[in-house]
C-alpha cells in the first residue's frame, strides 16, 4: 500500500479523535512537487530561487507545527484522563475490601479503552514522522538537492511527538495495571506505582509546552536559508 493511502486509511480510523488537517499534508505536498522545474542544463533545483521550494517548505513548516500542536494537546488530555483513572481504581481499591466483580469489570473496560487511546496517539506520532521522512525524501529526489538530514535533524526531530516518550510510558502503565486488576493484585498505594509518570508528565501548561516544544518550528534562524531549515 502507497503511503498516501496509508495515511488517508489512518484519517478515516481515527476520525473521531483527529480532524482531516491535523495530520501531515503528504498529498498536497506531493502535488506541490510535481510543479518543479529544472531549469536547462542544470543537476538540480536551485533552493534559493525557485518558488516551488519555498512554498514546498512553507507548508512542510506549518503541517509540522500543526501536528506538534495536536500531538500535545491529545497528550494531555490523556495524561489527565490517566491519573483521573488511577485515583479513582485506588480509592475502589481503598473503600472496598474485595472488589466486585461488577467494579472490576468496569475498571478494566476503562483501562482498555484509555489504553488504546493511548496508542491511537503513537500511532499518530509514528505514521506524521514517516509522512514527513518519505515527503523529504521524495523531495531530494525530484530536485536533487539534499534537505532530508538537515531538516530532519533541524526541525522534525525536535519536535515532542518524535520521542513521544510520555505516551509510551502510559502504555505501559496501563497495561501493567490492566493485568494487576484482573488478578485483582492491586498495589495498595497506586500513587507510588506511578510517581516517575507524574514527573515526566510536562504538559500542565500547554501553551508554554507549545512556544517551547514547537518554537524552533516557527522561528527559523535568520542566517540559515529562511523557508528550509
Request: hydrophobic letters at 40%; glycine letters at 4%.
Amino acid at each position: 500500500m502507497k503511503f498516501g493511502k496509508k495515511i488517508l486509511e489512518a484519517c478515516e480510523l481515527t476520525q473521531s479523535t483527529f480532524k482531516e488537517d491535523s495530520w501531515v499534508g503528504y498529498k498536497r505536498l506531493k502535488k506541490v512537487l510535481k510543479t518543479y522545474e529544472l531549469s536547462p542544463g542544470a543537476q538540480q533545483v536551485d533552493l534559493r530561487t525557485s518558488n516551488e521550494a519555498k512554498e514546498f517548505f512553507s507548508l512542510l513548516r506549518k503541517d509540522l507545527l500543526k501536528v506538534s500542536r495536536e500531538y500535545l494537546n491529545k497528550e494531555k488530555q490523556l495524561v489527565q484522563h490517566c491519573l483521573l483513572l488511577i485515583t479513582s481504581i485506588q480509592n475502589s481499591v481503598q473503600g472496598l475490601p474485595l472488589l466486585t466483580s461488577k467494579v472490576l469489570e468496569a475498571h478494566l473496560k476503562q483501562i482498555a479503552e484509555l489504553h488504546k487511546d493511548f496508542l491511537v496517539l503513537r500511532n499518530f506520532a509514528v505514521l506524521n514522522y514517516c509522512g514527513f521522512t518519505k515527503i523529504l525524501k521524495e523531495h531530494d529526489k525530484v530536485t536533487g538537492c539534499r534537505t532530508k538530514d538537515k531538516f530532519l535533524r533541524n526541525l522534525v526531530n525536535k519536535q515532542p511527538f518524535v520521542p513521544h516518550e510520555l505516551v509510551k510510558k502510559g502504555a505501559e502503565i496501563l497495561s501493567d495495571l490492566f493485568i494487576q486488576v484482573k488478578q485483582r493484585n492491586i498495589p495498595v498505594d497506586l500513587q507510588t506505582c506511578i510517581m516517575d509518570f507524574v514527573i515526566s508528565s510536562t504538559c500542565t501548561n500547554i501553551q508554554e509546552e507549545l512556544n517551547r516544544k514547537t518554537g524552533a518550528a516557527v522561528e527559523p534562524s535568520e542566517k540559515k536559508t529562511k523557508f528550509l531549515i
